[in-house]
Every structure is written in C-alpha cells, then in structure tokens.
C-alpha cells in the first residue's frame, strides 16, 4: 500500500515546472545517502567544458525521470487502467527515480579506465546498501531485487522496462530535455505533454497512435540532434580523452610502485579489481574528490601526469581533426611521428570514431497504432524517421600545439593536414 505522506512535497523543476512526492517510499528513497550522492555526479560528465551551463546533476536528472514516469503512469492509469497493481506502480516509480543511482564520477570516462558499468553498481545498491534495501523491502522482500531485475531488463514487467529503458522511455524524455535547457540549445526540445497523451500499453510495449506521428518524429529529430551535436561533441570527446589519459598514466604509476597523492576514496579502485570494492566505497567516490585528486596531481614530478591533469583542470583540452578511417599502418606512422617528437602516443594521442545512429539507434523501433489498431514500426509511415541515416565521423585527437604546428610539432601537422577529410 502507499505510504501517504502528511503533506505533499514539491520540488521546483526547470523542465517539469513543479516535481510532485506523495508516497513517502519515494520521500525516503530520495533522502537516502546513494540519492543525495548523485548531486555531486555531473549528469553530462565533461560536458560542462564545452557547455558552460551543463552543470545539472545526476540527481536533478533522476528527480525528472521519475516525474516523467509518474504523468505516463497518470495517463495510463486514467486513461487505459494500467498499472491496476499498487506494487506495479510503485515498481516503476522506484526503478525510474534509482536508475542511475550507480553512476559514477564524470560517468562513462571513469568506467572505461576502471571497466565497469554503471547499472553493475546501481543494482548492487539496490541489494547491497542497508539504508536503500530496508526502505525498499517496507513494499516486501522481494521488491529490490525486482528493481533490479528491472534495470538488468530481466524482469517479468515487461512493460515496465520498456519505460525505462526503450527507444521511448522516461529516462530519454528527461535527459534530452534538461540536457538541451542546460546547454542552451534549441533543437534538442519536444513537446513532452502531447508524446505522453500518445503514448499506450499494449501487450508489454509502448505504442503510439499514428495521429500522434509527428511529436513523435520531433522527438526523435531532437535524440538525433543531441547526439551527433552535444553528445558526441569533439571538444567533449577531448576532454574525456584527456581525463581517461590522466587516470590511466596515474594508474600505471601507482602499479609501478611510485608514489603519487591516492585519496583514500580512490584508493581501491587502484588497489583492487571493481568487484572486490564495497558497495559503501564505491558511494565514497564522487566527482568533488575527482577534481580535488588532479589538482593534487597537478603537483606530481611525473610529467605526463602533471601536465594532463593541468590540461584537465585549467581546460588546455586536446584539440580535433577529422580525417578519413586510417588503416593500422597509418596509425602506427602518427603513434611512431608521436614518440619521435618527445610526445607519448599512449597519452597524447587518441583516433576516435563518432558514430551517430538514425532512427535505430537502437535495437529495437517505435511501434505506431492506427485507429484500428493496427500496428507497424514508424519507419513505415514517416519518410522524416526513415531518412535519418546514420554518420560516421573519424578524428585524431591530440594537444592543439600539434594541430598548430608549433616548433617541431610542424612535421606532424603536415602530415595530419594530408589526412584532413576534405
């Protein structure tokens, strides 16, 4: 049963207006120690160095995705008597609301230095954190791990994990609108209210109806847009290049024996495998001892790690240019031109692919019902979704120094200039 709260909590929001608790599950949930870490995780990673104002959180970001869950549960519920069960409901609310609440510091960069994913970590804190499991087992003691298997998309709710993780869920509606309010672009916006109203349950799916076509395609123009101009942004790309280059140089020197400043936060991240780390370590580490631990490196008599993390720090980012896919003889040549020029490849170099999907981006479409109820992917009824085709974009990031041609540097830069994609 819902647990009514005396009053009801209101969070202003600069996507929803105004973010609505009732149940005091949730209230409890959201005053957890794991939720309230989320406002010091950055919900675009480096992103804020190429925007200045993507500076919200993964936690304003979770709130969003709740709120977005609890209108489509509202619209269902009114409309086509679904979830009919309590538990139900409050499954999707909690899933939605603790979706990312595994995230780490500076998100996708950290966990492909130390090779983990995020959603490992958000289900152990759902089974493995005292204060986040004895809130969850109130519901029953299988309710964590139904969450879980929710967000390992295993779960016999099959409809609730297409809401939270689909071509169509909340946690997209969210992010895509709040990311485009905090960076200040323009075409990552949709009309939110009208997709919901279009939206419906049928058979473990998410559908549309078809006169609901063209908010749909401005949704997904908007995802398109976002990704092949924010996301994968060359600048951020940078950035994160010259973070995970930092932490890797940092790592191989605390392998080796060196020492170098290792808060006790990081410290088992360096020590052992990410298995072998706590649950309550893991909830140590969060973006505020990141960016404390490089300006302590900046310190270092390495000079490698000192200069990365000053780059990191004082935004002396990696600079781009796109060239055409080179074969691995080609690469071999610009990491050889790198070490003969005093610059480590393994540091000061990075090819990158930049692939934006089209419409299927991801595995699976967007299934449109007409009024008969017929359905069929919307690929079939809009010439807009099926001309999305996907690009593919080929960089090789390296210091702006090199791009310029400064002192010896002008050798490299001529023989990339060839590589330039016309």
Known sequence: MTEWIDKEKVFKDPVHDYIYVTD????????????????????????????????????????????????????FERNFYWPADERVRRLALCAALLHDVGHGPFSHTIEKVFQFHHEEFTQRILLEDPEINEILRRVDDQFPRDIADVIAKRSDNGLVIKLISSQLDVDRMDYLLRDALNTGVTYGTFELERLIRVMRPQNNDVVVKKSGLHTVEQYILARYFMYSSVYLHKTTV??????????????HLFDRGEQIFMPDELRPFFERAVADISVGEYMNLDEGVMTYTLQRWMREADPVLHDLSDRFVNRRLFGAIETRELKEVER???????????????????????????????????????????????????????????????????????????GSFKPIRAWLAALKKL
């Open 24 to 75: 005091g599950l949730i209230w409890d949930l959201i005053n957890t120690r794991a939720f309230q870490r989320l406002r010091r995780v950055r919900q675009l990673g480096t992103s804020y160095l190429t925007y200045h104002g993507a500076e919200h959180s993964r936690f304003t970001h979770s709130l969003g995705t709740y709120e977005t869950m609890r209108k489509v549960l509202s619209h």
């Open 238 to 251: 940078g950035s994160d290049i010259v973070l995970r280059h930092a932490c890797l140089r940092a790592k």
């Open 332 to 406: 071999q040549q610009v990491r050889d031109m790198f070490r003969r020029e005093g610059l480590n490849p393994d540091y000061y170099l990075a090819f990158h692919t930049a692939s934006t999907g089209g419409y299927h981006m991801y595995s699976q479409g967007i299934t449109v019902v007409d009024d008969e109820g017929k359905p069929s992917d919307i690929s079939a009824s809009s010439a807009l979704v099926r001309s999305l085709q996907p690009e593919v974009r080929f960089h090789i990031h390296c210091p702006k120094e090199v791009l310029r041609g400064e």
